[in-house]
């Protein structure tokens, strides 16, 4: 259950950042994205390029 609990982390801390949608990301793709975020990208940008659409 540390994975699940985990996960319900990434997502919560996403959408903290104004990453909208997470819900739908894998947990690479969060950390990815939240990782971009940390990097001043803008959120949705960093959500596209996470899941690979730019």
């Known amino acids: ?5 985990e996960l ?3 997502r919560q801390r996403a959408h903290e ?3 909208q949608g997470s819900s739908k990301m894998t947990e ?3 950390r990815d ?3 971009k975020t940390g990097k001043g990208t ?7 390029e996470a899941k690979g659409y730019l």
């Open 33 to 35: 994205a939240l990782k």
């Open 42 to 48: 803008e959120p949705m940008v960093a959500k596209q």
């Open 28 to 30: 690479k793709q969060l």
């Open 8 to 10: 319900h982390d990434l």
């Open 17 to 19: 950042a104004g990453i």
């Open 1 to 5: 259950m540390g994975d699940r609990d």
